[in-house]
């Protein structure tokens, strides 16, 4: 299920309409003006400061129209946080790799496209230094759940931080299948970081344009 901005459609056509029906009018408006330039009477020519302000007003109605569809464009894209606002309680899912450990383990979701004959798994930490590697558990099509519990190839253990999942798989022929990797969690906040809206999924932060679905309502 595929969150939308709620009444976006609406507003886009009513600032596209508006667009539309100013752009008709300031193109007459500028004919009529050429026009009474072009006849006025010499003796008695017209009051360059009411044509002047008529002008001033129609650009500030087009100005105003601009940075509405700026705007609009803007929640389009983020989801707006009055969108994300109601699914604080709920369980989502968002495409990203990136996921912050807590309470000592990472869990993703990795997606393949078709059945693998070989599938890899890398845990990278923030400066893309594998820590962890191995097998896949499910070669399947389709998602499947994997939980890290913190221990590196070197025989350690990491107890915080953000870390990436990376999935490679091949099929029978050892050609590429294309993989997607998914995080998790109930949303228990969201913010705004540099007019990017975002969700909190506990401790993982995932912007709100990479939800993927909605899965249910927590108890």
Do not use: C, R
Request: glycine residues 10%; aromatic residues 6%; proline residues 2%.
């Amino acid at each position: 299920m595929t969150v939308a901005a709620t009444g976006s459609t609406s507003a886009a056509s009513q600032i596209s309409t508006g667009q539309t029906s100013l752009n008709t009018d300031y193109t007459s408006f500028l004919k009529l003006l050429t026009t009474q330039l072009q006849n006025q009477d010499p003796l008695s020519p017209m009051d360059s400061n009411t044509f002047t302000q008529q002008l001033v007003a129609m650009n500030g109605v087009q100005q105003q129209l601009l940075t509405n569809n700026l705007l609009q464009s803007l929640v389009s894209q983020s989801g707006g946080p009055s969108s994300a606002i109601s699914l604080i309680g709920k369980t989502v899912q968002a495409q990203s790799s990136t996921a912050t450990m807590s309470n000592g383990a990472v869990n993703w979701t990795y997606e393949l496209d078709g059945d693998a004959s070989a599938a890899t798994l890398q845990v990278v930490d923030a400066s893309n230094k594998v820590v962890w590697s191995g097998k896949a558990p499910d070669l399947t099509k389709g998602q499947h759940a994997f939980t890290w519990d913190g221990s590196t190839t070197a025989g350690g253990k990491v107890t915080s931080g953000d870390y990436s999942l990376k999935v490679n798989a091949n099929d029978s022929s050892l050609a590429g299948i294309t993989t997607n990797t998914f995080v998790s969690g109930v949303v228990t906040g969201v913010t705004t970081n540099g007019g990017v809206t975002e969700l909190n999924l506990g401790a993982t932060t995932v912007p709100y344009s990479t939800l993927s679905n909605v899965k249910n309502t927590a108890n």
